[in-house]
């Protein structure tokens, strides 16, 4: 698993027993997207977490953190020494290490760190339900269980959300092959004034001996 995996106007909370008690999982959702989609632009920090099954009965375990920004319908990935700019169904990848610039169609699983994307998964071929309540630094973590229709791959997943903002905080896939995969929002910052040139591709910000790789256009 190569990138698994990326935000909504919500109401007042009077009480997270009370609307935890009467309003749906899938509907708790829905709003928490909706907020995320309202936003003008979104900063966050996360760090992702792959455990997987290894040889002799040992699991392994690596650990990556990043940053991601989204203005709009364009978005910019920091991960492993890497930047992704996506755009209009588009990702251009400048690999300083290998001194290039892919770019690239999008296919479906490099964007998955955005809010928005990791809440839409899969929401109109799942079960939901309430998975409890955590407290973490404080505050309380709404954890939600999605269980996929029909995926060869992935068993469930545990989305976790702040009570307080409505910002996702949390996302875990269980895989059928024993894989576990987390993403963790460590700072999520909203509006703060991003522009088109912040997470935008522009070729002139990189080396010009940086190889340049596009599909041919006809």
Known sequence: MIFRSLAVAALCVVGSAAWAQTETALAFLERVKKQALAYSDQKISFTSVLDAPGRNGQRVQRKT??????????AKLVLQGQTFFFK?????TVSPEDEEIVVRKLDGDAKQYTPAVLLSQYEKSSSFAWAGTQTVAGRSIKMVSMV???DPDVAKVILGVDAKTLKLYSYTEEGKNGTKSKITMVAYETNKGLTANDVEFKRSNYPANYEYIAPKTK
């Open 65 to 74: 953190s990043g940053e991601v920004w989204v203005k709009g319908e364009s």
């Open 88 to 92: 209009s169904g588009v990702v251009t």
């Open 148 to 150: 996929p229709k029909n």
